[in-house]
């Protein structure tokens, strides 16, 4: 009918059809793929969780972090929105700007040192692991009471201090100088630090500088909340009593509250750090240690700069290494054993390599030959030809099929040459395997050396077999063993 358009409704098809829509549940593009590659970040055998496809690593314990970003974002909103308006009217209008800055300081370096790599080491692959550990095993299997297994430590001279190079037996390296293994996320760690349950990752090369300009700041904004909430409460108090003033802003006293139980950790702890930025040493090291004086005269800090200022360059103004991981690439598939596959070449059948890439290769077949007529008594009837003197089938040694027929020692085609000396030449339908391996055309016979005397080798004068007849056939075998005797000989 005119006026009405009209539309075909695909049916669907059955799901083993040729046809079936690509869209169909049954189709490969409708299904996952099983055989997807996997990102590194979901082999890590280290405890940490990863979020954005890896682009962000944590440690498992992340309830303390997700509790200190609870704990800032609250307490500055509480100050934004009933101290900030009273402050930037009756005080002055700088305060809430350098409450913002400082806040979105603070919590930048507060993700970024909880969202970064803090320098994991990568553990050791299995071939890696093994020789370490057959370096270190006792030999034959047996300790002797003599025998004593080698140190699991190594030692490096940095600026003319001994370091020793610990074994780590979880990732089966041997630690870098600074290095240490974390337990809390089973890592080791380049210049590793500390493990913060309050950022909730470890603290090491690649986060220090974030993780110490958090601490900094976050110092400084709790001593600015405090200062201006204290303020806030002072000016209250002046048109009313203190008791009144208290209660008409409740939230300025929950956060001072908040900020004098926590300026002071907060303040030591940015006191420390600055301390081991300025002596460029780490919480690990100074706990243990490592460059006290108690331990001798010799004993000093190979890692120091020689300065303040140097040391603060080097640690906060140094280039960041890039990671070790590599979380967002994919992991190697086993390298699995690959079929032979056959391939042909000029002068026989050959086999391809082990675990080579599969080759498409296209099998010959010869033309069949020529179906010849045989009469009542199974006998071949001769064949309407010419007579040919002996000199010219000599001559003429190919078949009609095409294909060359054995003169001797030569067997060749239209299209090719020649064969060379010691190559197998093709076999041929009309006889079988047995003669060609037994003549002597093919494998010649090597005469015996005199005693004495190493003469050159010179192969025997190859003639044409001679047809063998049925009675001869229990020769045969020994025949073609001899054969084989003298092609393995030679």
């Known amino acids: 009918m005119k006026g009405r358009d009209y539309c075909v409704v695909p049916t669907a098809d059955p799901p083993g059809s040729a046809s079936a829509s690509p869209l169909s549940p049954s189709s490969p593009a409708a299904q996952p793929n099983k055989n997807m590659p996997q990102r590194k970040w979901e082999v890590h055998p280290g405890r940490n969780k990863f979020h954005c496809n890896g682009r962000i690593m944590m440690a498992r314990q992340t309830g303390i972090f997700y509790f200190t970003v609870a704990l800032i974002v609250v307490t500055c909103g509480l100050f934004f929105g009933f101290d900030c308006p009273y402050l930037a009217v009756n005080l002055t209008p700088a305060i809430p700007v350098i409450g913002i800055v400082l806040f979105v300081f603070t919590m930048s ?53 001994t370091i020793k190079l610990k074994y780590c037996f979880t990732c089966k390296i041997f630690r870098p100088p600074r290095a240490s293994h974390c337990s809390i996320c089973d890592n080791c760690v380049e210049r590793f630090d500390h493990h913060c349950p309050w950022v909730g990752n470890c603290v090491g090369k ?14 400084l904004l709790c001593v600015f909340l405090f200062a201006c909430v204290i303020t806030h409460i002072i000016m209250r108090s002046q048109k009313a009593n203190f008791l009144k003033a208290m209660q008409q802003s409740p939230a300025s006293v929950l956060e001072a509250v908040v900020c004098f139980f926590s300026v002071w950790s907060i303040l030591g702890l940015a006191g420390f750090h600055t301390y081991l930025t300025t002596s460029n040493q780490t919480t690990n090291e100074d706990i243990k240690g490592s460059w006290s004086s108690k331990r001798g005269r010799d004993n000093y800090n190979p890692y120091s700069q020689g300065g303040i200022v140097k040391n603060c360059f080097a640690v906060l103004c140094g280039p960041t290494t890039p990671s070790l991981l590599d979380r967002r690439g994919f992991v190697e598939p086993d390298p699995t054993p690959q079929q032979y596959t056959m391939q042909m070449n000029g002068t026989g059948v050959r086999l391809g390599n082990y675990g080579a890439i599969p080759t498409h290769t296209t099998t010959v077949q010869p033309p069949a030959q020529p179906q010849q007529d045989l009469d009542d008594d199974n006998h071949q009837k001769p064949a309407n030809k010419k007579t040919e003197s002996p000199e010219t089938a000599k001559s003429n040694n190919t078949t009609d099929s095409g294909y060359s027929g054995y003169q001797g020692n030569t067997a060749t085609t239209p299209n090719e040459t020649a064969s060379t000396p010691g190559a197998l030449p093709p076999i041929n339908g009309a006889e079988s395997v047995a003669s060609i391996v037994s003549s002597p055309a093919v494998l010649p016979t090597l005469a015996p050396p005199p005693a004495g005397a190493n003469p050159p080798v010179t192969p025997v004068q190859s003639t044409s077999p001679p047809p063998r007849s049925v009675s001869e056939g229990d020769a045969l075998g020994d025949d073609v063993n001899k054969g084989m005797s003298n092609f393995g000989s030679i």
């Open 109 to 161: 370096t507060l993700l970024r040192t909880s969202f970064s790599d803090p320098g994991v080491i990568p553990r050791a692959t299995p071939d890696e692991a093994a020789d370490i550990e057959r370096q270190i095993e006792v030999p034959n299997g047996q300790p002797s009471p003599s025998y004593r297994p080698p140190p699991r430590q190594k030692e490096v001279v940095v600026n003319g201090q």
């Open 206 to 219: 690649r986060n220090y500088r974030y993780f110490y300009m958090f601490i900094l700041s976050l110092a």
